[in-house]
Each structure stands twice: as C-alpha cells, then as structure tokens.
C-alpha cells in the first residue's frame, strides 16, 4: 500500500467520523443521561481529542510527502532525517509535493499559539460579562434568607432562578419565585442551581464556548455544544432529586416554565438556569438503555482511535528529538 492511499485513507477515516459523530451523540443519549457527569467530560474529551488528531495528522502528512525546500541546506537535511526516523511507515519511499513540509510541521504549533490566544481572549470577555452582571445583582437585588441560606432576590412578576460563579453572586431568584413555589419545590430549585456552583458547571461551559461552539459550523462541535448544557442540566436534577424529590422538581419545572428575558438579561451571558429545553419527561420517564449500547460503544471507540493516533504520532516524534535528532 502506497503512502499515498494510507494518508488519504487516514483522512477519509477522520471525515466519516467527524460526520457520523453527530448520530452517534445522539443516539447514545439513553446511556448518557444515566451519567451525565462522565457524558459531558467523555464528549468535551472527543472534541479535544479531534484537535489533537488534526495536528497528529498533520505531522503525519510531514512524514508521508515530501516538497520543495523552504529551510537552509544542512537545516533541510537534518529535518528531512528527522522526518524518515519519525515516520510510522518506515521503509516505504515519500510522495512527492509541491507543498513545502515545513509547513505541516508548523501547523500544530500555530494552531496552539491561536487556541491560547483565543481562550486569554474569551477568558477575558467572560470576566467583564460577569463582573457586568455582578454590579446590577448588587444594584437591583436585595439579600434574603430563603429557605435557610442567605440569596441574592430580586423584584420581578415572572418566577426565574439562575446562578452565576460564587465569586460573581451564585444562586440568584426572584420574589416570585418564592411566592409561587411550595418549600419542597423551591428546595428543589435551590439545589439545582448549587450543583451547577458546586459541580463547576460554570467551568465547563467556558471550555465549551471557548472550544467548540465557534466551530459549530463542524457537525461533530454542533451536536456536542448542543448536548453538554443538556448533561450538565440532568446532572443538576439529580441532585435536586436527591435532596428534594423527583415530584417536587418536576412540579418546580412546570410552574417555571421557559427561561424568561428578565432573567437572561441579569444574568448575562454565562449564567445557568433551571428553565430550558423539556427535562420533565427524561425525569418521570426515561428512554430504555438498549437502544444507546451500541452507540456508547462506537464513540468509546473513536476516541480510542483519536488517542491511539494522537499518542502514536507524537510519541515517534518525542523519541527522535529525544534521541539527538540536533543541527550538527
């Protein structure tokens, strides 16, 4: 088999995945809930692991081809020896191109220096939106004690809850909320939003708009910024349940009903709220686990390939320059 047809093949592999994962995440949702913790660090897992394969595929690429030189002669052989003691086909000749192979060896150190300049920057904004949201918390609500614990209320007709990071406010609810819901319920409501505090639900977002909602466009990140805020939610029901009851949280859900513009617009951005996409019927009534075996199994087993490939490939790399691979 040419090295040619192995790369494309690598390729083709990596596409098809990145297409069916879609299905996959969705079909393996009756397993998933059952974990949820574990879902949302195994999926925000696949789609790191999917960056790491596009910069081990990379390198690989620097392996396979070989192009026009870019670099200093004694430079330029020192590297293409590196390259041949790198490579995960030894013996087999390389193909030539007209791209220049340096250019695949500085792909994965470029997409690094974007990724950690892009997450300071998003980093940055999610501290302004949430120290924002602090200040009209600070101006607009008034500390009550609510079933015990001492929160943050605010004036409003419509019943809301959300949370923010401790530091910027945590659990804050209306005073509609505590006049509309039965203690067990408003128990319930309470405890979901510590979890998300507790749970550092808050954390896991930022990676996820950090990460993966900008590639959205990519059907593999769609589904999975999609999924994780749905896992992260169970995960906060489940400790609701715990505490307060499955009854009580389900009845909570209804009286609240849909997120609404007042509590969105305090809370900004990044804040977590009770309200949201149907939950009630996965409480009193969740799918069979049956139908997500087989699912689970498959993306278990692509993000097996994905560090199996990853690791493979980077390690041939760290043992050569390990080695000695040096300019003489």
Not at 51 to 67: D, E, H, I, P, Y
Not at 300 to 326: E, N, P, Q
């Amino acid at each position: 088999m040419s090295l040619l047809l192995i790369g494309a093949g690598a390729i083709a592999l990596f596409a098809l995945i990145t297409f069916i994962g879609p299905f996959l995440v969705r079909t393996a949702a009756p397993v998933l809930m059952r974990v949820p913790q574990l879902a949302v660090y195994g999926l925000l897992l696949v789609s790191l692991m999917w960056w790491a394969v596009v910069a081990a595929l990379s390198l690989m690429a620097a392996t396979l081809f070989k192009g026009p030189d870019v670099l200093p002669v004694p430079l330029a052989d020192v590297c293409q020896r590196c390259l041949i003691a790198a490579s995960p086909f030894p013996g087999l000749a390389q193909v030539d191109t007209l791209v220049p192979v340096v250019l695949f060896l500085i792909f994965p150190l470029v997409l690094s220096v974007v990724s950690v300049v892009w997450a300071l920057h998003q980093r940055t904004r999610r501290k302004q939106a949430n120290s924002a949201a602090a200040r009209r918390l600070r101006r607009d609500s008034a500390v009550a004690d609510v079933n015990g614990h001492s929160l943050n209320v605010l004036e409003g007709r419509a019943p809301f809850a959300f949370s923010l990071p401790q530091k910027y406010g945590g659990v804050i609810v209306s005073e509609a909320l505590c006049a509309s819901l039965e203690k067990n319920e408003l128990t319930a409501v309470l405890e979901h939003e510590r979890a998300h505090i507790e749970g550092g639900h808050h954390r896991v977002m930022a990676i996820v708009d950090t990460f993966v909602r900008p590639l959205s466009f990519i059907p593999l990140f769609a589904e999975v910024a999609a999924s994780i805020p749905r896992y992260l939610e169970i995960a906060a029901d489940n400790r609701a349940r715990q505490v307060a009851g499955t009854a009580a949280l389900a009845s909570a859900l209804l009286k609240i009903g849909q997120p609404t513009s007042q509590g969105d617009h305090l809370g900004g951005l990044h804040a977590l709220n009770i309200a949201g996409a149907d939950r009630i019927r996965q409480l009193v009534s969740p799918a069979t686990m049956t139908s997500g075996i087989l699912p689970v199994l498959a993306l278990v087993s692509v993000l097996a390939a994905f560090v199996t490939v990853f690791s493979s490939v980077f390690y041939s790399y760290a043992t050569v320059l390990a080695s000695g691979c040096v300019i003489p």
